[in-house]
C-alpha cells in the first residue's frame, strides 16, 4: 500500500479511539482529510488532529474491537520513520496541526510502543514538530515506556474501557485492570506531578466503552470520579456502544446515543460544578434518567434547597441552579458587589438561560415570573 492507502485504512481503524469532542463539519473531503479531525484542546483552542494506528494488526481479543485478533480486516502498519515522514509533509502543506497516535499489538506491548515512541521522536528531534501530540498508552507497557512517552508527548491515555476489573473480564478477558491498564496511568500521574506539569502537559485521559459488558452509569461516573481524584485525569471520554461485525458482541443491542450523553453531561457536572457522586440522580438499575439532563433532575429531586436567592447564595449553591453555569455564576458573584440583581434581565446578560433558572431562584427576595419548563433540556 502507498501512503495515502495506509492513512485511509489506519485511519478508519482508529476513528472509534476518542481524544476529543470531534466533530464531523470541519473535516476535509480528500481522502486524506476524513481522518483529520477538529480537536479541542486544554486551553479552548482547536486544532486539526490526524488520528491514526500505527498497525491495525493487534494479537488481542477484545470482544467489541473492530482490528480484533482474527477478524477479516484489511491489515497494515507504518514504521516509525515512514508515518512520521508523512505526517511531516501533511504539516508542511498546512493540512494539520496535530497528531494523535494509538496501535494495535503487533508483537507485544512493549516492542509495539518502542515503535510508536520512535516515530514521535522522529516528529520532535528530526522534524522539529513543535505542536499538539496525543500519544496512547499500550495495555502492559512498562514505567520506562511510560517515562519515554511523557517526554515526548503533550496528552498520554489508556483506554480502561470499562469501570473494574470484573465488567472488563466480559469484554477483553485477556487484559488484566490493575496491572495492564490502571497501572500505566499510575507511573504517568506520577512523572507528571514530580515534572511540575513539565512532562505531558496536558495530561492523561481515558475511554470507557458504555454498555458492553452490562454496567451502569453509575460504575462508570465511581470510577471516572476516582480517577479525577486519585490520578488527576483531566477528562473522560464516553463511547456508546456499537456491535462490529464479526465479533463476539455482534447482535448485542447498541447502547442509545442519549446514554452516551447524559454521561457526558454528568461528567461536566463532576469537572466544573462541584458535584459530588452522590449528588447524582440514578434511576433503580444505576442509570442517568433519560427524560432529562442530570442537573434538573437534581433541582426537581431536592425542592428544599430552592428557590436560591441570586443576591445572597454562594458559588456552590449558584452552580446548582439550572440555567447558571461556571462563567455565568462568576459575573454574578462579581457584579452584585456593585449592587442588587433585580431582574431576569440582568441575569441574561450575565449569560444564563433565564427560561431554566426562574423557576429555582429569587431575586431580591421575589420569585420572578416563569413557567415550568419541560423535562427534556440541556444543563447549564
Given at each position: 500500500?502507498?501512503?495515502?492507502?495506509?492513512?485511509?485504512?489506519?485511519?478508519?481503524?482508529?476513528?472509534?479511539?476518542?481524544?476529543?469532542?470531534?466533530?464531523?463539519?470541519?473535516?476535509?473531503?480528500?481522502?486524506?482529510?476524513?481522518?483529520?479531525?477538529?480537536?479541542?484542546?486544554?486551553?479552548?483552542?482547536?486544532?486539526?488532529?490526524?488520528?491514526?494506528?500505527?498497525?491495525?494488526?493487534?494479537?488481542?481479543?477484545?470482544?467489541?474491537?473492530?482490528?480484533?485478533?482474527?477478524?477479516?480486516?484489511?491489515?497494515?502498519?507504518?514504521?516509525?520513520?515512514?508515518?512520521?515522514?508523512?505526517?511531516?509533509?501533511?504539516?508542511?502543506?498546512?493540512?494539520?496541526d496535530g497528531l494523535f497516535l494509538s496501535s494495535g499489538l503487533w508483537g507485544n506491548a512493549g516492542q509495539t510502543m518502542d515503535r510508536m515512541i520512535a516515530c514521535v521522536e522522529l516528529?520532535?528531534?528530526?522534524?522539529?514538530?513543535?505542536?499538539?501530540?496525543?500519544?496512547?498508552?499500550?495495555?502492559?507497557?512498562?514505567?520506562?515506556?511510560?517515562?519515554?512517552?511523557?517526554?515526548?508527548?503533550?496528552?498520554?491515555?489508556?483506554?480502561?474501557?470499562?469501570?473494574?476489573?470484573?465488567?472488563?473480564?466480559?469484554?477483553?478477558?485477556?487484559?488484566?485492570?490493575?496491572?495492564?491498564?490502571?497501572?500505566?496511568?499510575?507511573?504517568?500521574?506520577?512523572?507528571?506531578?514530580?515534572?511540575?506539569?513539565?512532562?505531558?502537559?496536558?495530561?492523561?485521559?481515558?475511554?470507557?466503552?458504555?454498555?458492553?459488558?452490562?454496567?451502569?452509569?453509575?460504575?462508570?461516573?465511581?470510577?471516572?470520579?476516582?480517577?479525577?481524584?486519585?490520578?488527576?485525569?483531566?477528562?473522560?471520554?464516553?463511547?456508546?456502544?456499537?456491535?462490529?461485525?464479526?465479533?463476539?458482541?455482534?447482535?448485542?443491542?447498541?447502547?442509545?446515543?442519549?446514554?452516551?450523553?447524559?454521561?457526558?453531561?454528568?461528567?461536566?457536572?463532576?469537572?466544573?460544578?462541584?458535584?459530588?457522586?452522590?449528588?447524582?440522580?440514578?434511576?433503580?438499575?444505576?442509570?442517568?434518567?433519560?427524560?432529562?439532563?442530570?442537573?434538573?433532575?437534581?433541582?426537581?429531586?431536592?425542592?428544599?434547597?430552592?428557590?436560591?436567592?441570586?443576591?445572597?447564595?454562594?458559588?456552590?449553591?449558584?452552580?446548582?441552579?439550572?440555567?447558571?453555569?461556571?462563567?455565568?455564576?462568576?459575573?454574578?458573584?462579581?457584579?452584585?458587589?456593585?449592587?442588587?440583581?433585580?431582574?431576569?434581565?440582568?441575569?441574561?446578560?450575565?449569560?444564563?438561560?433565564?427560561?431554566?433558572?426562574?423557576?429555582?431562584?429569587?431575586?431580591?427576595?421575589?420569585?420572578?415570573?416563569?413557567?415550568?419548563?419541560?423535562?427534556?433540556?440541556?444543563?447549564?
Amino acid at each position: 500500500m502507498d501512503v495515502v492507502q495506509k492513512i485511509e485504512v489506519l485511519g478508519e481503524s482508529a476513528r472509534y479511539d476518542l481524544c476529543s469532542s470531534c466533530g464531523t463539519a470541519a473535516r476535509q473531503r480528500d481522502d486524506l482529510g476524513r481522518w483529520i479531525y477538529p480537536a479541542a484542546l486544554p486551553d479552548g483552542k482547536t486544532v486539526r488532529l490526524l488520528k491514526v494506528l500505527l498497525t491495525n494488526v493487534c494479537e488481542k481479543n477484545c470482544y467489541y474491537c473492530g482490528v480484533r485478533a482474527g477478524r477479516d480486516v484489511p491489515r497494515t502498519h507504518f514504521t516509525p520513520e515512514e508515518l512520521a515522514a508523512a505526517f511531516d509533509q501533511m504539516h508542511r502543506a498546512d493540512l494539520v496541526d496535530g497528531l494523535f497516535l494509538s496501535s494495535g499489538l503487533w508483537g507485544n506491548a512493549g516492542q509495539t510502543m518502542d515503535r510508536m515512541i520512535a516515530c514521535v521522536e522522529l516528529l520532535r528531534t528530526r522534524y522539529r514538530f513543535p505542536g499538539y501530540i496525543h500519544l496512547k498508552l499500550l495495555p502492559g507497557i512498562s514505567a520506562a515506556h511510560v517515562e519515554q512517552a511523557v517526554q515526548w508527548a503533550d496528552r498520554v491515555s489508556v483506554n480502561l474501557e470499562a469501570p473494574n476489573a470484573e465488567r472488563l473480564a466480559a469484554i477483553a478477558p485477556h487484559k488484566d485492570f490493575f496491572r495492564e491498564l490502571t497501572a500505566p496511568m499510575q507511573v504517568a500521574r506520577r512523572l507528571i506531578d514530580e515534572s511540575g506539569g513539565r512532562l505531558a502537559p496536558a495530561g492523561q485521559t481515558t475511554q470507557f466503552v458504555v454498555g458492553a459488558a452490562g454496567e451502569p452509569d453509575r460504575e462508570i461516573l465511581g470510577t471516572t470520579a476516582q480517577l479525577y481524584r486519585e490520578l488527576g485525569l483531566r477528562r473522560a471520554y464516553f463511547s456508546a456502544f456499537q456491535p462490529m461485525p464479526g465479533t463476539p458482541l455482534d447482535g448485542r443491542p447498541p447502547a442509545p446515543a442519549w446514554r452516551e450523553h447524559r454521561l457526558y453531561q454528568a461528567d461536566w457536572l463532576l469537572r466544573f460544578y462541584g458535584f459530588a457522586l452522590d449528588e447524582l440522580v440514578f434511576d433503580e438499575v444505576g442509570n442517568l434518567p433519560r427524560q432529562a439532563d442530570p442537573k434538573l433532575i437534581y433541582a426537581r429531586s431536592h425542592p428544599e434547597l430552592f428557590p436560591v436567592e441570586i443576591n445572597r447564595a454562594t458559588r456552590e449553591q449558584l452552580l446548582r441552579v439550572p440555567g447558571l453555569g461556571p462563567r455565568s455564576v462568576s459575573r454574578i458573584l462579581r457584579w452584585r458587589r456593585g449592587g442588587t440583581l433585580q431582574q431576569l434581565a440582568d441575569l441574561e446578560k450575565a449569560g444564563a438561560v433565564v427560561q431554566r433558572a426562574a423557576p429555582y431562584i429569587l431575586l431580591n427576595g421575589k420569585r420572578p415570573p416563569h413557567q415550568l419548563s419541560l423535562w427534556e433540556g440541556e444543563p447549564v
